[in-house]
């Protein structure tokens, strides 16, 4: 016999009142910081343990924190370079205190898929993980 049971209602406000402050995270802290090269921004966002992982055009791609954060502050912004620019959030998936961000992000002259791992710390979303690759168009 097949039991369904109506969804809490309190748990999907929840998950959409997280999911709305993931979205203002990457909107406000995240995506404007690496368009404006802005690591106080940046700082906001992601947790001090955070781990960058991926490949560049092939090459694999392995930094701490800071040493992301040290190659944005002493690159051209890309606000600066007249490069284009932009970010698409592709979805944002919420398992009580853990999230993932997929986002698509064109910079320079890469286009990256990305994806964001957020927990919920002292009742704010940090990135705890980020992992990208530069893929074609």
């Not at 995506?31 to 906001?44: F, V």
């Not at 502050?73 to 490069?83: E, F, H, I, T």
């Not at 620019?85 to 979805?91: D, E, L, Y």
């Not at 990305?114 to 710390?121: D, R, V």
């Amino acid at each position: 016999m097949l039991v369904l049971k109506a969804q809490n209602q309190n748990k999907m406000e929840t998950n959409q009142q997280d999911k709305i402050a993931i979205t203002q995270a990457l909107e406000d802290l995240y995506l404007k910081g690496i368009y404006e090269g802005d690591i106080d921004l940046l700082r906001k966002v992601y947790h001090s343990g955070t781990l960058v992982f991926g490949d560049i055009k092939g090459a694999p791609y392995a930094k701490t924190l800071d040493q992301y954060l040290d190659g944005v502050k002493n690159r051209v912004s890309v606000k600066d370079s007249g490069k284009p620019f932009r970010g698409v959030i592709i979805s944002i998936d919420v398992v009580n205190s853990i999230a993932i961000a997929k986002l698509h992000v064109k910079m320079y002259d890469f286009n990256y898929d990305e994806f964001l791992s957020f927990h919920k710390i002292d009742g704010k979303w940090l990135v705890v993980n980020k992992m990208l690759t530069d893929v074609a168009q």
